[in-house]
C-alpha cells in the first residue's frame, strides 16, 4: 500500500515552454501533497504544499505564478513548471501524506526535467 | 540555515557489520522524526520514524535511537547488507505545534555504503 506515481519520469523540453508534472496516489486519498526539489548531491527542498481545493502554499523564494500547482482530487497532484528555462533543470520529487496510523509522507519516483 | 544535520557525507561498512547513520537538529520544536532511503533516480522510501515520546523504535534489522537533550538520531542497521547501500535522509516536523499536515524538513543525507 501507500504507493504514489509520477509522471513523467523525464522529460526534455526547449527552453520558454510549458511542462506538467503529474502526482498521483494510486491506494490512497491524499488531501495533502507536496513538492520538492533536489540539485545532484543536495537535500529535497520543499517546493510548496498542494491542498486538496484549495491554494498551494509556497516556501519563500518558490515563484507561484512559475510553478502552478493543481490539486483538483484527492488522489491527483499536478506541478507546471512555465516558461521553463535552463536553470530549471532539476529533479522533482512529490509525495503525498497518508494520515492513517501516523502521518507520514510517501514519495514518488521523481521526474528529471532537462530544459535545453 | 540548516536545521537538519547530517554531517558526514558517507559511510562504509563491511557486511554484517552494524551501520550508525547520525543526524542532529536544532529546532525544539520538532517531535517526529523520520528515515527515508534513495536510490539515485528514484523517490525516497519511508523506512522508520520516531516520536519524540520515545526514544528507541525498532523494526527488524533497523532501530531508531531518539536523544531529545542532544538533539540527537540515529538509525543502526544491524546486520548490513549490500542492498542497504543508498542514501539515507533524515527528516523532521513539528507536528504537535502545527498538525499532522506540517512541512518535513530534511538533511543532506548520508550515502552508505555495503561492502561484500
Known amino acids: 500500500g501507500a504507493v504514489v506515481s509520477q509522471h513523467p519520469s523525464r522529460v526534455i523540453c526547449k527552453s520558454g515552454t510549458s511542462v506538467k508534472i503529474e502526482c498521483r496516489s494510486l491506494?490512497?486519498?491524499?488531501?495533502?501533497m507536496f513538492w520538492y526539489r533536489q540539485f545532484p548531491k543536495q537535500s529535497l527542498m520543499l517546493m510548496a504544499t498542494?491542498?486538496?481545493?484549495?491554494?498551494?502554499?509556497?516556501e519563500q523564494g518558490v515563484e507561484k505564478d512559475k510553478f502552478l500547482i493543481n490539486h483538483a482530487s484527492l488522489t491527483l497532484s499536478t506541478l507546471t513548471v512555465t516558461s521553463a528555462h535552463p536553470e530549471d533543470s532539476s529533479f522533482y520529487i512529490c509525495?503525498?501524506?497518508?494520515?492513517?496510523?501516523?502521518?507520514?509522507?510517501?514519495f514518488g519516483p521523481g521526474t528529471r526535467l532537462t530544459v535545453l | 540555515d540548516q536545521q537538519v544535520k547530517q554531517n558526514s557525507p558517507s559511510l562504509s561498512v563491511q557486511e554484517g557489520r552494524i551501520s550508525i547513520l547520525n543526524c542532529d537538529y536544532t529546532?525544539?520544536?520538532?517531535?517526529?522524526f523520520l528515515w527515508y532511503k534513495k536510490y539515485p533516480a528514484e523517490g525516497p522510501t519511508f523506512l522508520i520514524s520516531?516520536?519524540?515520546?520515545?526514544d528507541k523504535n525498532e523494526d527488524g534489522r533497523f532501530t531508531v535511537f531518539l536523544n531529545k537533550s542532544a538533539k540527537h538520531l540515529s538509525l543502526h542497521i544491524v546486520p548490513s547488507q549490500p542492498g542497504d547501500s543508498a542514501v539515507y535522509f533524515c527528516?523532521?516536523?513539528?507536528?504537535?505545534?502545527?498538525?499532522?499536515?506540517?512541512?518535513?524538513?530534511f538533511g543532506k543525507g548520508i550515502t552508505l555504503s555495503v561492502r561484500p
Open positions: 527528516a523532521a516536523s513539528a507536528r504537535m505545534n502545527t498538525g499532522a499536515n506540517s512541512k518535513l524538513t
Open positions: 529546532n525544539s520544536m520538532f517531535d517526529y
Open positions: 520516531i516520536s519524540s515520546i520515545k
Open positions: 491506494d490512497f486519498q491524499a488531501t495533502t
Open positions: 498542494s491542498n486538496e481545493g484549495s491554494k498551494a502554499t509556497y
Open positions: 509525495s503525498a501524506l497518508l494520515t492513517s496510523g501516523g502521518a507520514k509522507q510517501f
